[in-house]
């Protein structure tokens, strides 16, 4: 985190520097229209590095844990759908492998025979907003909306236990790490991404072999199985679990992992 931070400030000194050389011999209108320009192009630079970055300002972020242990934390991102949910949950059985499924509100609601079953087979579910919109310019009434229903909305489903969130698209800025922060929520993200990189998708195995052999000890892997356009997540998914299993890894939720931490 501070790494990128100090990288950051350590550019626009930089260019503050190199305009402090070059714009006295312009005009000054000149060198305000320059000046302001640059300002605006390091601000959106900035708070598009912050919005995609895995660690936040303000809060507590987790996307690994340093350990010795051989565990990993299969986690899904998106739904309930009424065509998906039991093939995953079967897989899932079938393997006798647990998950947290980061759930839209919005879906869940849509869905609650499906939420109730991910529950009822012993897996764990954390708040993925209610709508999925990006939480980066929203105001605090929007960022207490999309969680606060989410969370009633995983209730009504039967989760009793912790509340964790994801953001949707891993994206924030301010207003939702500030939100966090006050309810003592943690923003849990992932350091292996089994399928948003199209050169590790083009097969189940290739999905597959690339998530085993990228993992390590703490691991939070993220997959997306919800959707149709999904399949070859869903058809990797027995192999990505066996594979695993097989570099003598156990699978389990991230709630857990985090207890690794403390």
Not at 7 to 14: R, S
Not at 232 to 238: F, I, N, Q, T, Y
């Amino acid at each position: 985190m501070w790494i990128e931070l100090l990288l950051l400030l350590g550019l626009i000194a930089l260019v503050t520097a190199l305009l402090a050389c070059v714009l006295p011999r312009w005009r000054r209108s000149a060198r305000i229209t320059v000046s302001l320009l640059v300002s605006v192009a390091l601000v959106v630079y900035g708070a598009w590095t912050l919005s995609r970055a895995r660690w936040q300002l303000i809060g507590e972020t987790f996307s690994a844990l340093d350990i010795d242990d051989k565990l990993v934390a299969l986690t899904f991102d998106d739904g309930p759908t009424r065509e998906w949910t039991a093939p995953v949950l079967s897989i899932l059985e079938r393997e006798g492998a647990r998950a947290t499924f980061f759930l839209i509100g919005e879906s869940a609601d849509a869905n609650p025979a499906e939420a109730r079953a991910i529950v009822a087979a012993g897996h764990e579910v954390g708040n993925h907003s209610y709508t999925h919109k990006r939480m980066i310019l929203c105001s605090p009434a929007f960022v207490r909306a999309e969680i606060e229903r989410t969370d009633a909305a995983l209730r009504r489903a039967g989760w009793s236990g912790p509340l964790l969130f994801r953001s949707p698209y891993g994206k924030k800025l301010v207003v939702l790490p500030y939100y966090l922060a006050r309810h003592d929520r943690v923003n849990v993200f992932w350091d292996v991404d089994a399928d948003s990189t199209s050169r590790f998708t083009a097969s189940p195995e290739q999905l597959a072999s690339n998530v085993v052999a990228s993992a390590g000890p703490g691991s939070v892997v993220l997959m997306h199985v919800m959707y149709d356009s999904r399949r070859v997540s869903r058809d990797a998914l027995p192999l990505v679990i066996r594979g695993l299993r097989g570099r003598g890894f156990e699978l389990v939720t991230v709630s857990e992992l985090m207890r690794r931490e403390r």
